[in-house]
């Protein structure tokens, strides 16, 4: 497997580690298995101005280095907690790795 996936449903655990089972097997390649654990990943949740805005707060950091961590502009990480824009794609991504698993995790 390449990732630890966190299952949506019962079926989908099930579905998941069968997968895991067969690929362990070499009855799935691991290009099938990758899709596995696509399916069976939850979505990344939407970052708002306020939860930002309190995740920068808990991790101590400004705007500016949060926008550095992130590698996007300080006017962006403003209009974010301004709520003016919201965060997508690769940024969400961070954010919700940064909630997750902490700030060592992308340094």
Same mark, same amino acid.
Request: charge should be positive; aromatic fraction near 4%.
């Given at each position: 497997?390449?990732?630890?996936?966190?299952?949506?449903?019962?079926?989908?655990?099930?579905?998941h580690?069968?997968?895991?089972?067969?690929?362990?097997?070499?009855?799935?390649?691991?290009?099938?298995?990758?899709k596995?654990?696509?399916?069976?990943?939850?979505?990344?949740?939407?970052?708002?101005?306020?939860?930002?805005?309190?995740?920068?707060?808990?991790?101590?950091? !400004? $705007?500016?280095? %949060?926008?550095? #961590?992130?590698?996007?502009? =300080?006017?962006? *990480?403003?209009?974010?907690?301004?709520?003016?824009?919201?965060?997508?794609?690769? !940024? $969400?991504?961070? %954010?919700?790795? #940064?909630?997750?698993?902490? =700030?060592?995790? *992308?340094?």
């Amino acid at each position: 497997m390449t990732t630890k996936a966190k299952p949506k449903s019962h079926i989908l655990d099930a579905v998941h580690e069968t997968a895991g089972d067969l690929h362990r097997l070499c009855f799935i390649d691991m290009r099938r298995m990758q899709k596995y654990d696509l399916l069976c990943v939850s979505p990344v949740p939407d970052y708002d101005a306020d939860r930002i805005k309190a995740l920068r707060e808990r991790l101590q950091l !400004s $705007q500016a280095v %949060l926008a550095s #961590i992130l590698n996007t502009s =300080l006017s962006t *990480v403003r209009k974010w907690e301004g709520g003016d824009k919201r965060p997508s794609g690769p !940024s $969400q991504k961070l %954010l919700d790795i #940064i909630e997750r698993k902490g =700030l060592e995790a *992308v340094l």
